[in-house]
């Protein structure tokens, strides 16, 4: 379980204020949603989050490890246990899929050529890219670049997964196919998984934990099958922004509709 | 930024590069790798630049000098001297350092826009040390045998120009580049450009790091790699010309 106390953070030499004492619990074997507007600080509070910011208040604690103590060397070994999906994929140009599927077995796992390459095939055919091994970032679809990096993430069995903004720039089927493969992997390895993101499919579909960031605040925690009887105005207006997703409210109020949609 | 900020931040990031590699082998692998694309990759260029100089400095030589007080194997003398002293390792790498200098900013800036050095860093890569180190390393070792190969060029050109136009005897030519030979010269072109090479490639790779913004930012961090180390390459070859040859 990730844990974060009382962030604060500022930039600006301390002029800008983005995080407000931001307190909330991101639980084993679940997909932990950071969602909000965009300028809101979500993506700020999860770099602080991984340790590619450092917060000015508060503690950020891994199974109990508080990273905003730990030295460089401590760190690095914290690293090691983190897999990351950025928004923009961030494979390595220079690297085929199966190459960068590898790169991290090859820096840090003591395994054989082999091996590595086993469980590179491995990572690829569970996010199901078996066939563009040898392919370049370059000569990749969107989703098939995201579902790389996910392989990338997972290669050392990461006990952590973040991911920034997934579902940025694909279509709605291709999004739903990265979500479930984001779920799967969470429930299957137990991983305790971060996403940002402000897709209200993805909020919908797999919002097992959410934590709802609203200009720098923790706006509200909970679960997707709770976000409809949610009286917070704030909340409301990002999730509701959409007729479908507003009409849909309605029609679960009007018909007393608890059970959450599949 | 101003300057000195620039420079103590230059100076900050050129520490963090400095370290033992993550993995050796990966080092090499990528130590190699970039001896061919920043070196090998570069002889094609350095042999057309080469000949063509060599040449050129024959002729002008011999239309500025050709007067009854200078021997006639002054123009082979002085063709070798300039090649040797100044445009065999300046010359060549303020020309080098528009190719290699912008391929390095390039390269790592777009790394930076596109999250890849933060995903290095993610997973507890010294980012720096992974991405500069075989850049700067390879470098300084391919350089000295760029700079021999453009020393050799620039004189065939010359030989080839006379040959060609005849504008002087060939033999008076041969004899020229071999009179009052000093060998040091060739060591002080060496030195040089070792210095040489590490200008261009940590101040080119200190640019694509720093880089924030977009593909305008990643264009405008190339252009700066490629003015500061020229810049750059010039002080240091003031200075080192100072303490080598007086």
Known sequence: MIEVKNIDKFFDNGTRQILFNVSAKFYDGKTNLIIGQSGSGKTVLVKNIVGLFKPDKGEILYDGRDITRMSAKQMKEIRKEIGMLFQGSALFDSETVIGNVMFPLRMFSHLSSEEQLERAHFCIDRVNLTGSEDKFPAELSGGMQKRAAIARAIALNPKYLFCDEPNSGLDPKTSIVIDDLLSDITHEYGITTIINTHDMNSVMGIGENIVFINKGHVGWIGNKDEIYNVDNDELNRFVYATDLFSDVRKYRLEHGYKRSIQ | ??????????????????????????????????????????????????????????????????????????????????????????ILCLILSGKIGSNIASEIGTMRVTEQIDALEIMGINSANFLVMPKVLGLITIMPFMVIICMATSLFGGYFICVLTGIVDVDTYIYGIQSKFIEWYVWFALIKSLFFAYIISSISAFYGYTVKGGSVEVGQASTDAVVMSNIMILVADVILTKLMLQ
């Open chain 2, 1 to 90: 930024m101003t300057a000195l900020e620039k420079f103590g931040t230059y100076c900050t990031f050129m520490v963090q590069s400095i370290g033992v590699p993550e993995k050796w082998k990966e080092f090499f692998k990528r130590y190699i790798n970039e001896i061919y694309k920043l070196g090998i990759d570069s002889i094609p260029l350095i042999l057309i630049v080469s000949l063509f100089i060599g040449s050129l400095c024959t002729i002008l030589i011999k239309l500025n000098i050709s007067n009854p007080i200078f021997p006639r194997y002054s123009v082979g003398m002085t063709t070798r001297e300039i090649i040797l002293l100044e445009f065999s390792s300046s």
